[in-house]
């Protein structure tokens, strides 16, 4: 399956924020960092009109998304209890967004080899471009978490970064929304310890 390399069209993305809830955060390394970060690309998207979509796994269990998630504009938040996001809710929204399909999704949240890996998978199967947050994403184990990111690459997502994302919806400085964006990436992206050594089985990103 041939996918697109190109820009980001902003009138054709879609975000999707996965399962990043409180019951989590004892048992994820770096949840803190991951939310921070999560924090700055979901600005961003609010900032730049990026349509959102937020799931919460089993949330009568696992709780609501983290409270430093400012999602009020999400076009819904769904609870669900696949592991993809890829529900018939969720599938309803984005034809009602899109007339059918997003050309582009931006993927990140939890866990990194579970609901965010399946929720790829599914819309890979779909013939949209998945573009997997790295610095976004988050798992029990960090091995999980980069071996997934690995096996993502090789299925035809697009792995980056929340920075990398943010500037390429913006494309250019004299963008109206570039002094509010400015203001989001002036601090830098907190470290996620992501592999960068490419004989570790993990390819670089």
Known sequence: MALRRCHLNPKKTLFLLCDIQEKFR??????DNMVKNADKLTK?????????IVTEHYPE???KTVEQLDVCHAKVIVGKTLFSMVTPEVKAVMKELFQEK??????????????VEQTAIDLLAQNINVYVVADCCSSRLNQDRDLALDRLRQAGCVITTSESIIFDLVRDKNNPKFDLIRKLVNPP??????????????SKL
Do not use: Q, T, W
């Open 189 to 202: 992206s907190v470290d996620m310890e992501l592999k960068r050594n490419a004989g570790s089985g993990v």
């Open 44 to 52: 961003a998207g609010k900032a730049l009109e990026m349509p959102l």
């Open 61 to 63: 269990k696992l709780g």
């Open 26 to 31: 004892p048992a994820m390394p770096l949840f």
């Open 102 to 115: 997003p050309d582009d999704v931006v993927l990140y949240g939890l866990e990194s080899h579970i609901c």
